[in-house]
């Protein structure tokens, strides 16, 4: 552990000697997935609700899936482009090194970019507080968002290192991320009653991302849940991220040098 601190300091130094390239590239892509939203809420404050959820519900959904993959993108740049280790042949140079190659992966090329989707997420959860303030119990929900980041970013995590495993067999992957990380990290920002079905039971079982947010808010903001949604959320995370590994290694023992 002391080594991956090491090697993730030296990383976070090499990025942030770009300053100026930072914060620029922090605000954009802050200002793009605000943007985002906003023409997202254009939308939603055409009507009262949607399937009982209000716009400042939906919005606490929204802020925490957001803020949730953008810290699997700054923390894990490597393990989303993992394609590039298996075309290029990197990967081959990460099997010899004295570090697990995992290990490597996730202390290289901090994406410091994604922390304007941190805060963009971030500053929409403050809003939807602020609105629900009026009609419900809103301090419960702001004391439990670390729980929730931490939850969403390790079932990012895990969906997005069980996509890079998939490599070791099919060499690319982006296609795959599609269906494995964008829509459903998108499904995650609104309720999982507006989904069919066949759609809610992937979403909570090979894909669950209901997790992220909508199971622990149907108790914190009153839409019928129990105590227990509080706890559920981070089991299935750490259940899923131990699958996830057990995967990875996996996939590695049977892992074929392309010769590239």
């Known amino acids: 552990m002391k080594l991956f601190f090491t090697l993730w300091g030296a990383s976070l130094r090499s990025r942030m000697q770009y300053k ?3 914060l620029f590239s922090s605000f954009t892509y802050g200002l793009i997935m605000a943007v985002d939203f906003l023409m997202l809420a254009a939308i939603l404050l055409r009507f009262d609700d949607v399937m009982g959820w209000t716009i400042y519900e939906v919005g606490y959904l929204y802020g925490i899936a957001s ?6 993108r700054l923390l894990a740049p490597e393990i989303h482009e993992f394609e590039r280790y298996m075309v290029e042949g990197e990967f081959d140079s990460l099997l010899i090194r004295p570090v697990p190659p995992l290990t490597l992966l996730l202390t290289r090329n901090l994406e410091l970019s994604r922390i304007g989707g941190v805060v963009q997420g971030i500053a929409i959860l403050v809003l939807s507080l602020h609105g629900l303030a009026a009609t419900t119990h809103w301090l419960p929900a702001l004391l439990y968002l670390p729980v929730a980041f931490i939850s969403g970013l390790i079932i990012s995590f895990a969906l997005g290192l069980i996509t890079a495993t998939l490599a070791f067999w099919t060499q690319r992957i982006k296609d ?4 494995t990380l964008y829509a459903p990290n998108n499904a995650a920002s609104y309720p999982m009653s507006i989904y069919p079905g066949w ?3 992937i ?4 894909l669950p991302v209901a997790f992220i947010a909508y199971v622990p808010a149907l108790y914190l903001l009153d839409k019928g849940g129990t105590w ?5 959320s981070p089991a299935v995370a750490g259940v899923f991220l ?10 590695i023992r049977y892992y074929h040098s392309t010769g590239s």
């Open 199 to 201: 759609l809610k039971w």
């Open 242 to 251: 131990w699958i996830s590994l057990r995967f990875w290694r996996f996939g």
């Open 176 to 179: 795959f991320q599609a269906f």
């Open 20 to 22: 100026g390239n930072f």
């Open 67 to 72: 803020a949730s993959m953008s810290l699997y």
């Open 228 to 232: 227990h949604n509080l706890w559920v």
């Open 203 to 206: 979403l909570f079982t090979v």
